[in-house]
């Protein structure tokens, strides 16, 4: 049976998924009509608990008023000038909601109140109801028009006198009592703001945090209606003293924990259907949320039976609370957050595939690559799901103010032309304020007797217009008359005016938005269906170990064609003259290519499927060639997205080279753990930068800084003389000049800025230095473009009409080049690492010794660097690990030459070795390039550091430069250490390149050789 609850359950969120507007419109309906239940049941038409008491004594005070004393809600017991002889009279205000020139009636024993709408009355109790039966439909007094009293209120004023009641019932509570409820009250607050900023770190501002206020919103008002249908009466004073004990308890976990599990399975399930992803996380997840629920609801059940009035009252209001609050959970509340993941997958293709286009990749790859990461960072998606006695509970402060924004729906139950409104005449307070006028109390010779009597006040009755249509014309006769009101005042009509202006350019930005040139590319696909025959074709090599690597090339599919004639050439030439390449074989199409009639570059786009288009060039290329050989070689080109590179990382492809990707780890930087990936195929150097972390982790990690972030482009230009190239330079250097260009570069990009411009004079020439922020892409491309801007705007608007662009990259900037002003200014990003191993680590682990490592580290990576005039290359082997790191990650290999540039300090601090790296240009990005494939990808999804960061641009591309340079450390620890203990070469001889003894060797070196190299490396 449990099992079958589940699957029910699972089930509705499916539906309530796939069709969540639906669901949201059902949701609010079924919440409107718990919303007017709860005013016909809680508001009834005469006498209840709306009504307040008085005991007026007849006499007069000093000041000329009357004397008006309440009457308790325990009754009239305790006043002494009360008996029974003491009359009692009903009072109340009558108001006509009409504002036309309708007939009104006449009411009997009223009086005329202040207005022409307005009337009093003024009758002993025993008469009241049946006066009251009297008014549910009245003529007026031409007969013309018949009136009818209105059965329900606005939630206005019963709320406004609950909330009197409850003032006074606060005044005479103890403080102590005050005081628990006070704190009760203040955990409810802070659930509130926890259950904000909860939804704010998984990356919605408003919108899930209002759906979870009006999900329980909703269930209390279910829960309400159902309890006042089963005729269990529920007090407002119950409800504020119970339920924020109950909120601070419980909160809001179950929907806060299906958020996150819903946004982590969406991070790695983009190409999923709309709504699955909630729906996979309930059939995940569901059993362990019911059962909470189902704890919860039994315990709160147990308390219903407890038999203490009001307390079993509360607890069983709570457990129908809490079973529409787990309906609601499962279809309102999962409606909203599909279609919240789908806004966010929306939200972030689009600022990925912008980034993508302006870093220079096609349109079609930008889309392809434009997937639904979330922007939520790992730790708190990682957060398990919370399995503790707590789920929802609604408070009243949600009640409260959802109902006062519910009331807008029934917003014209109460008129707009209640002067009582305005001036408080209608609120029932305290003693010495005369709640029903003078005149009507003359008129029941109540002032001046001397019995006194008691009067009980009723809300404002409110007679209406029979006929709808008369109904909305007074309504909105009354609006009118309300905003015309509004409108005439001063201050008001001038925000008006200024709202107005706002939303008009608002509107117009919107719609010059939305009409912007969208081109919606069509692709029509014909594809052919062919018998498949596979055929095993068998490897000509001997060796075993060939025939068992699995390689995908060993395998290929032999086409059996209906027509396996060729065509001559000329056939084929027509064919593809005609647009009809597709309808070609393999071999017509290679035949082609050798022919030099079909470029080698166009196959992809004559074929129209870029893994066949693969095969046929490769192929191709390996007829023409002398070798002939590539066609049948071992370079693998199946199980590809080829999607992904044409157009953005490689052109007449060929296959893929695979590498080995192994991880050295984990590594604690800056107070977290990362694995660090690296592609390489030289041995040792993965097992000696685990050895490396192993050592830093000993001493609590690598910590990191960034120093500096900024890309850089430098353009050369000449002028007719060095007169004016000097003027030019002088510009640049201004502030007039730095604003100019900062305006131009600017406005090309929604990502790059422009931070600095350095200028260097060499005769006619002149190098300017861009310096930019790229957000999370690297950027060269986006730079190159709005430094071409920038150019343009220089000649044409500010006086240099005589320059000339000798080149946009002028080797000033400067790119994968060794250069002295990369390692003196910084290019990209500027990291320094380090990291505090202990000196007994050393000694056991690293078999070396703290003052050995500074002496080699000073002795090498300084002085020797030194004598070798190096540029930037004070380390060991920096380049080792940035190449196998951007191998791995998809960065531009070429650009290991400056990001390698690399200083390694090593000192003693107090017995301890203190080491560090100062990597002033590292040059990485998360977003475009290499990045896009989808294995570089995953390794970027290792990291964590994937695409664009959600709030602060470049801050994944910042974090995987810190990545890297505190993989640069380890490396150069580790190795550094190996040379200062003599175990380099064993190692590597032991791990790469051991051979099989000879009769000659001698088992004790080889014994030698595999001990050190366990000391060096499995350490």
Known sequence: MFEGVLSLIAWICAKSTKSPIQTIVISALCALTA???????????????????????????????????????????????????????????????????????????????????EKEILIPEAEFSEWLSSLSEINSEDQKDVWRLRKSFSLFFWLRWKLTRLAELIRSTENYDLAVVGMAYLGMYYTFFSLYFSMRRLGSKALLFISVLLSSTFAFMFAYVTLCYLGIPISIASLSEGLPFLVATIGFESKISLTRLALRESRGNSDRAYGQTIY??????????????????????????????????FCFLSVWILFYDFIMLVTFYSAILSIKVEMTRIERNDIIRSALEEDGVSHEVAESVADSTLHVTESELGRPFRRSFGRNIVQLGIVVCGFVLLNAVHFSDFPFNLPFLSNGSNSATGENENPLSNHILKSQNIIGSSTGAVVTVLPTLVLEHSQFSVRVEDEIRSILGLWTRIVSDPIISKCIVIVLAVSVGLNAYLFNATTKNTVVKIVEKRVEVEKKVPVIVRSSSSDSEASDSGDDSMLELASSKKNPKTRSIDECKAILKAGNTKELTDD?????????????????????DKTRAVKVR??????????????NSLLPYLNYNYERVFGACCENVIGYMPLPVGVAGPLIIDGKEYFIPMATTEGC?????????????????????????????????????SQRAGTAKIWLDSEEGQKAMKKAFDSTSRFARLQTMT?????????????????????MNMISKGVEFALNDMVKNHGFEDMEIVSLSGNYCTDKKPAA????????????????????????????????LVELNVSKNLIGSAMAGSIGGFNAHAANLVTAIY?????????????????????????????????PSIEVGTLGGGTILEPQAAMLDLLGVRGPHPTTPGANAQQLAKIVASGVLAAELSLCSALAAGHLVQSHMTHNRSQAPTATSSAVNMAKFAQDSKLCIKS
């Not at 004393?69 to 017991?77: E, Y």
């Not at 490769?618 to 066609?631: F, P």
């Not at 685990?690 to 982790?697: E, H, L, P, T, V």
Request: glycine share 10%; net charge neutral.
């Open 588 to 608: 017509e199409v290679i035949n082609l290519g050798v022919a030099g009639l079909l470029p080698l570059y166009a196959f992809e786009k004559h074929l129209g």
């Open 280 to 313: 996979s996380v309930i059939c995940s997840e569901g059993k362990a949320i019911f059962k909470d629920y189902v704890l919860e609801i039994g315990t709160l059940m147990a308390g219903s039976f407890s038999g203490v009035n009001g307390l079993w009252q």
């Open 685 to 721: 150097l993965v097992a000696s930068t685990q050895r490396g972390c192993k050592a830093m982790n000993a001493g609590g990690g690598v910590r990191t800084v960034i120093t500096g972030d900024g890309m850089t482009r430098g353009p050369c230009v000449r002028f007719a003389s």
């Open 35 to 117: 919303y007017f239940s709860i005013l016909d049941l809680s508001i009834p038409a005469y006498a209840s608990t709306l009504s307040r008491s008085y005991y007026f004594s007849g006499l007069n005070c000093p000041n000329g008023t009357s004397t008006w004393v309440p009457v308790p809600a325990g009754g009239l017991d305790g006043f002494a000038d009360i008996s029974e002889a003491t009359p009692h009279y009903v009072g109340a205000k009558i108001l006509f909601a009409a504002s036309s020139s309708s007939s009104l009636p006449v009411i009997s024993q009223a009086v005329d109140g202040p207005t022409k709408f």
């Open 759 to 779: 200028t260097a004079l060499a005769g006619r020439l002149l190098f300017i230095r861009f310096r930019t922020t790229t957000g999370d892409a690297m950027g």
């Open 887 to 919: 191998l791995a990650t998809g960065q531009d290999p070429a650009q290991n030459v400056e990001s390698s540039n690399c200083m390694t300090l090593m000192e003693n601090v107090d017995g301890d070795l203190h080491v560090s790296v100062s990597m």
């Open 618 to 631: 490769r192929a191709t290329v390996s007829r023409i060639s002398n070798t002939k050989n590539l066609e």
């Open 821 to 852: 002003i990369n390692w003196i200014e910084g290019r990209g990003k500027s990291i320094v690492a380090e990291a505090i191993v202990p000196g007994s680590f050393v000694r056991t682990t690293l078999k070396s010794s703290v003052e050995a």
